[in-house]
């Protein structure tokens, strides 16, 4: 089954990311920072519709192999991923004047290749090079546990999938681990794709909802989008809410094609990836040129990044990603399910 809702719902979320990454080009540039910290959800339904993907995927007449849905995973996350992780070392390296938010470090740059949370040299937050990347490191952590419970018989992969996901919750909230890589993979995060696998299970087993419900649903997760700025139970019931509408909305009357969404939502990982170096770049150059001075600056600012981060993303899409997937992978073979 195709979801059109959830392309379209993909490449809103990673325009939301943009603009909320837009707020530190803005601040660097002296003006006032708008309060969109509620952006970060686009992050929360990324969660959230990896899970329902997954289990979609995966769901009969399916029969994947562990070996063989990790190895999809990693065709489609990690060229691209190395490929921009590369270029920012590079810039680290041989022009660090022009990298305002990192500075080279050998381990972490070699554990943002590996998937392995570490903290950042300038923030000290638990981030890769690329820094939109640390959610990879949650979605990479998921598969491999989604990928394990494929090695059990159907009837018990929902329930062990789901228990590991719980105990890794609550073993986080009940010892608050210090380290910084145990609490991240021990993190509230793993609930949005715990909500996801779910709304997965429920659609694959005939589940519906009528229109008005879809709606209802919709209308509760937007109206739950401010909550987000309190923490992550906010951001956890309004975007599995939003996700959860379009879902079963889809389901119930297949929601209606057009070209430009669907695009942005087949190139969101592609504008996710690259953007935080297109708009950083962008943003120097705006700021050099003095048009944070302007009376509708930010607002230009903000145009200006997202239109250009689309537009790269959407090129890197069409002239990379989709070759990369199309023809350097499909002519190796895949590993053995042996």
């Given at each position: 089954m195709e979801f059109i809702g959830i392309q379209y719902l993909r490449g809103a979320a990673a325009l939301m990311i943009v603009v909320f990454h837009c707020g530190a080009q803005i601040s660097r540039g002296g003006a006032p920072l708008p309060n969109h910290q509620w952006l970060t959800l686009g992050v929360d339904v990324f969660f959230?519709?990896?899970?329902?993907?997954?289990?979609?995927?995966?769901?009969?007449?399916?029969?994947?192999?562990p070996w063989r849905f990790w190895w999809r995973r990693v065709r489609r996350i990690v060229p691209l991923?190395?490929?921009?992780?590369?270029?920012?070392?590079?810039?680290?390296?041989l022009t660090p004047s022009l990298v305002k938010s990192g500075k080279f470090d050998l381990w972490h740059a070699v554990s943002s290749f590996l998937f392995v949370p570490s903290s950042h040299p300038i923030t000290g937050k638990v981030e890769p090079v690329v820094i939109p990347g640390w959610s990879l490191n949650y979605e990479m952590f998921f598969y491999f546990i989604f990928g394990a419970c494929l090695f059990l018989g159907r009837r018990?992969?929902?329930?062990?999938?789901l228990t590991v996901l719980v105990v890794l919750i609550v073993a986080g909230f009940v010892l608050k681990p210090e380290n910084k890589t145990i609490a991240f993979y021990t993190s509230p995060y793993l609930a949005e794709f715990a909500v996801g696998v779910l709304l997965g299970f429920y659609v694959t087993r005939g589940g519906r909802a009528p229109r008005a419900a879809c709606i209802a649903l919709l209308l509760l997760g937007a109206s739950l989008s401010p909550a987000t700025e309190s923490g992550l139970i906010g951001a956890l019931v309004a975007s599995a809410a939003v996700v959860a509408g379009i879902v079963l909305l889809d389901v119930s009357q297949p929601i209606e094609f057009y070209w430009l969404p669907c695009l942005l939502g087949?190139?969101?990982?592609?504008?996710y990836i690259t953007h935080s170096l297109v708009i950083s770049a962008f943003g120097q150059l705006y700021q050099r040129v003095g048009l944070f001075e302007l009376t509708h600056g930010v607002q230009l600012y903000i145009a200006g990044a997202v239109l250009t981060a689309t537009v790269v993303g959407v090129i890197v899409h069409q002239m990379i990603e989709l070759p990369i997937l199309g023809n350097a992978f499909s002519r190796r073979a895949e590993p053995s399910s042996a």
């Open positions: 959230v519709i990896s899970g329902f993907i997954m289990w979609v995927s995966t769901a009969p007449p399916s029969d994947v192999s991923y190395w490929l921009v992780t590369s270029i920012a070392v590079a810039a680290l390296v018990f992969r929902l329930l062990v999938l087949d190139a969101s990982y592609s504008i």
